[in-house]
């Protein structure tokens, strides 16, 4: 079990990189992202996607962080990252395997964050970004087992060299199934 917590979202100004947040989480095998900030918007358009392209996958927004991360210690891993932390690749072979929660930023962090994690992981030590970092942190923890799964949503992509191949399988009776 991997989440994902977001903080410093702020709805006006991170809508669109928060939800990459959430999609990225998603495709590249989290369970489900908690969103410190309230959104009820953004919690809407994760499970639209969830919906189409399938799950499991749960968004939750409107979660105090601190007792939560606190909690998680209890039953898990917690992962910060920052650019300032440690390499991923030392503690990614140390807590592989286990249920870990990814915390990300927006622009600063609460300082006792760095305090209450078990580890503070740098995806390289230059400024980036919350989406690059999630995307890399999670494929070295699930050591690439996001490529080989199979979301069985009711829309699926089928790959293409060229074009578009999509089954779509929310068509109305009647209608017919899988298009091109
Ligand atoms: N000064 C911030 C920091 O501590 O990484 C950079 C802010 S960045 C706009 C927003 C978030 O992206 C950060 O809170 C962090 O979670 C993530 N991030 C950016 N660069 C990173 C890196 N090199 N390694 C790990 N996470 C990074």
New binding site residues.
């Given amino acids: 079990m991997i989440e994902v917590l977001r903080l410093g979202h702020r709805r006006a100004r991170d809508a669109r990189i928060t939800t990459h947040v959430c999609l990225v989480a998603r495709a590249f095998g989290a369970d489900g992202v908690v969103v410190a900030e309230k959104d009820d918007a953004l919690e809407k358009t994760v499970r639209d996607v969830v919906g189409r392209f399938g799950g499991p996958f749960t968004v939750r927004t409107g979660q105090a962080w601190k007792p939560y991360v606190k909690e998680w210690k209890k039953r898990g891993v917690v992962l910060?990252?920052?650019?300032?932390?440690e390499p991923l690749e030392r503690v990614a072979s140390t807590v592989r395997g286990r249920d870990a929660l990814i915390?990300?930023?927006?622009?600063?962090?609460p300082g006792d964050l760095y305090e209450l994690a078990d580890h503070n992981?740098?995806?390289?030590?230059?400024?980036?970004?919350?989406v690059a970092?999630i995307a890399i942190a999670l494929d070295r923890l699930t050591d690439g087992a996001w490529a080989r799964r199979h979301f069985e949503g009711p829309v699926e992509i089928v790959p293409n060299p060229r074009g578009k191949t999509l089954i779509n399988r929310t068509n109305p009776p009647g209608r017919p199934r899988g298009s091109t």
Wanted: aromatic share 4%; proline share 4%.
């Fill in positions: 910060h990252l920052t650019m300032y932390g915390v990300v930023g927006a622009e600063k962090v992981v740098a995806v390289g030590n230059q400024p980036h970004s919350e970092a």
